[in-house]
């Protein structure tokens, strides 16, 4: 028998010993009032060995144990943070320090008692009631602050959270910040919707879906790559401020940036352009460095990135040319791009693997320019053939009007003016269908109920969209995208019979 076995055998044990004594050890409810770092807040002026007046109530998990006979201290960790108790026997009575005597680390109980500053300095809450909330038959990790196998604090974010402080206080910024931008569009006027997650035809990226059957109507169906066709079918409709923070599902590569399901803002503005949207950015995310990371910076690798606006523009024609010496002015088709490439001998670049001209610029810029963008940086007027959903630009047809605000090497926002010209778009979305039957697995599929929308008429419109896991990642010095994802999708362990 392993030594956590033989651990989960005593818990076991104890467990019944308490039934058998009339004790419940997971009752429906406890009235908690307080909270440790509220109780730590309110009585830090404490002088040592002095008390607050009143009792107090709070409730949590057992951290620490230090059992010393007759008196014995502990921590208690809630959502909020930890605090120290000290109970005596001869303060609480024998039955109730009996039931002390048995908890182990990792339950959770009530507490009710007093406040008061330790010799050593400590807010400690003395204890003169105790209720056993919910008995813990696993034992915690050996060391309750170093779990430390990123596998393991993936799969089992729960123990994760209790051991690991950071990892709560985290999540509590990522939470801050969705609620920043909430808060931001709110006041801005616009409207949150929701989206189909489950839809008859993917669309609104160039991305591999998922799909599944729907028994009840007999039909293949997708989960949602994007919610972009459907926010501007609701600009068709009227409403002409939407934006929505939604889950994306994409069945593609599962790295340090990439899991299969992740979270994104995208918001649509009628009558504004891509303009609008870049002074906007300059606003928003300043806002959320300052909530995430606490100043208008932060440090990775060494380098300090400075989100302080306004940020650096460069159109993506002149940034290509001056990281290749490729003029795509010059390379417009899919062939002389790929001659190009060969001759200048660029490496990276898998000029077998792009089976068209947008595909072939996006392995170009993603493989050898985008990483060179290190401060943030305003990446506009990409070519047309890399957005089928995009407007060409007034003078140069050949280009959109776009931009991309990338940091340190990694695209964070995308936004462009909308393509409503039903015509264009439609022979555009043909062509990606054309690309999609000769098996490009990443192009869009025809659709038609689209096209009647833009054919009903939408307004000109600029749309948005932030990726929220790859900026906390960013904010927070993240080097994996499941540091920043609650649960983050995990290959499936074998199971034990």
Same mark, same amino acid.
């Given at each position: 028998?392993?030594t956590?076995?033989?651990? /989960?055998?005593?818990?076991?044990?104890?467990?019944?010993?308490?039934?058998?004594?009339?004790?419940?050890?997971?009752?429906?409810?406890?009235?908690?009032?307080?909270?440790?770092?509220?109780?730590?807040?309110?009585?830090?002026?404490l002088?040592?060995e002095a008390?607050?007046?009143?009792?107090?109530?709070?409730?949590?998990?057992?951290?620490?144990l230090?059992?010393?006979?007759?008196?014995?201290?502990?921590n208690?960790?809630?959502?909020?943070? +930890?605090?120290?108790?000290?109970?005596? *026997?001869?303060?609480?009575?024998?039955?109730?320090?009996?039931?002390?005597?048995k908890l182990?680390?990792?339950?959770?109980i009530g507490?009710?008692?007093?406040?008061?500053?330790?010799?050593?300095?400590?807010?400690?809450?003395?204890?003169?009631?105790?209720?056993?909330?919910?008995?813990?038959?696993?034992?915690?990790? *050996?060391k309750? $602050?170093?779990?430390?196998?990123?596998?393991?604090?993936y799969?089992q974010?729960y123990?994760?959270?209790?051991?690991?402080?950071?990892?709560?206080?985290? !999540?509590?910024?990522?939470?801050?910040?969705?609620?920043?931008?909430?808060?931001?569009?709110?006041k801005?006027?616009?409207?949150?919707?929701? +989206?189909?997650l489950?839809?008859?035809?993917?669309?609104?990226a160039?991305?591999?879906?998922?799909? =599944?059957?729907l028994?009840?109507?007999?039909?293949?169906?997708? @989960?949602?790559?994007?919610?972009?066709?459907?926010l501007?079918?609701? /600009?068709?409709?009227?409403?002409?401020?939407?934006?929505?923070?939604?889950?994306?599902?994409?069945?593609?590569?599962?790295?340090?940036? $990439?899991?299969?399901?992740?979270?994104?803002?995208?918001?649509?503005?009628?009558?504004?352009?891509?303009?609008?949207?870049?002074?906007? +950015?300059e606003?928003?995310?300043?806002k959320?460095?300052?909530i995430i990371?606490?100043?208008?910076?932060?440090?990775?690798?060494?380098?300090t990135i400075?989100?302080?606006?306004?940020?650096?523009?460069?159109? !993506?024609?002149d940034f290509?040319?001056?990281?290749?010496?490729?003029?795509?002015?010059?390379?417009?088709?899919?062939?002389?791009?790929?001659?190009?490439?060969?001759?200048k001998?660029?490496?990276?670049?898998?000029v077998? *693997?792009?089976? $068209?001209?947008?595909?072939?610029m996006?392995?170009?810029?993603k493989?050898?320019?985008?990483?060179?963008?290190?401060q943030?940086?305003?990446?506009?007027?990409?070519p047309?053939?890399m957005?089928?959903?995009?407007?060409?630009n007034?003078k140069?047809? +050949?280009?959109i009007?776009?931009f991309?605000?990338?940091?340190?090497? #990694?695209? @964070?926002?995308k936004?462009y003016?909308?393509l409503?010209?039903?015509?264009?778009?439609?022979?555009?979305?043909?062509?990606?269908?054309a690309?999609?039957t000769?098996?490009?697995?990443?192009?869009?599929?025809?659709?038609?109920?689209?096209? =009647?929308?833009?054919e009903?008429?939408? %307004? %000109?419109?600029?749309?948005?969209?932030?990726?929220?896991?790859?900026?906390?990642?960013?904010?927070? #010095?993240?080097e994996? /995208?499941?540091?920043?994802?609650?649960? %983050?999708?995990?290959?499936?362990?074998?199971q034990?019979?």
């Amino acid at each position: 028998m392993s030594t956590e076995d033989m651990l /989960i055998k005593q818990r076991l044990e104890k467990l019944e010993l308490f039934r058998e004594q009339g004790i419940n050890p997971y009752p429906h409810f406890y009235k908690k009032k307080d909270t440790t770092s509220a109780l730590k807040e309110r009585y830090s002026y404490l002088e040592k060995e002095a008390k607050a007046e009143g009792t107090f109530s709070i409730a949590g998990r057992i951290l620490t144990l230090r059992k010393m006979g007759k008196a014995s201290f502990g921590n208690i960790q809630d959502q909020t943070g +930890t605090m120290q108790f000290y109970i005596r *026997e001869d303060e609480v009575g024998n039955e109730l320090y009996s039931l002390f005597d048995k908890l182990d680390l990792g339950d959770i109980i009530g507490i009710k008692g007093n406040i008061f500053r330790t010799k050593t300095g400590e807010i400690t809450i003395r204890i003169n009631k105790l209720q056993l909330l919910s008995k813990s038959l696993r034992p915690l990790p *050996e060391k309750w $602050h170093g779990l430390t196998n990123t596998e393991a604090r993936y799969r089992q974010r729960y123990i994760d959270l209790i051991v690991n402080p950071g990892v709560k206080e985290l !999540f509590v910024k990522r939470t801050k910040a969705i609620q920043t931008i909430r808060q931001f569009l709110d006041k801005k006027g616009f409207l949150e919707v929701e +989206t189909p997650l489950l839809q008859p035809t993917y669309g609104g990226a160039s991305a591999k879906p998922f799909k =599944t059957h729907l028994n009840a109507l007999n039909m293949e169906v997708f @989960l949602s790559i994007s919610p972009e066709l459907y926010l501007k079918r609701l /600009i068709v409709g009227g409403f002409e401020r939407v934006y929505t923070i939604c889950k994306n599902f994409r069945n593609e590569d599962i790295d340090t940036t $990439h899991n299969p399901e992740f979270t994104m803002l995208e918001f649509y503005y009628a009558y504004e352009n891509y303009k609008t949207l870049m002074n906007m +950015t300059e606003q928003l995310i300043p806002k959320l460095v300052h909530i995430i990371a606490g100043t208008d910076h932060v440090v990775l690798g060494g380098e300090t990135i400075n989100f302080k606006p306004p940020f650096k523009k460069i159109k !993506f024609r002149d940034f290509i040319l001056e990281q290749t010496g490729i003029d795509i002015d010059k390379t417009k088709g899919f062939e002389s791009l790929k001659q190009a490439i060969l001759e200048k001998n660029i490496p990276h670049v898998n000029v077998s *693997e792009a089976t $068209h001209y947008g595909a072939l610029m996006d392995e170009l810029y993603k493989r050898v320019c985008r990483p060179k963008l290190i401060q943030p940086t305003f990446l506009t007027h990409y070519p047309v053939e890399m957005i089928a959903l995009a407007k060409r630009n007034e003078k140069d047809p +050949t280009k959109i009007n776009s931009f991309q605000l990338l940091v340190n090497g #990694a695209e @964070l926002v995308k936004a462009y003016d909308e393509l409503n010209d039903p015509l264009d778009q439609k022979s555009r979305l043909e062509e990606q269908q054309a690309l999609l039957t000769k098996g490009d697995r990443e192009a869009m599929p025809f659709d038609q109920d689209f096209i =009647t929308a833009l054919e009903v008429g939408m %307004p %000109p419109t600029a749309g948005y969209g932030l990726g929220v896991d790859r900026l906390i990642m960013l904010l927070t #010095a993240s080097e994996s /995208i499941k540091e920043v994802i609650l649960f %983050p999708f995990m290959k499936q362990e074998e199971q034990q019979p």
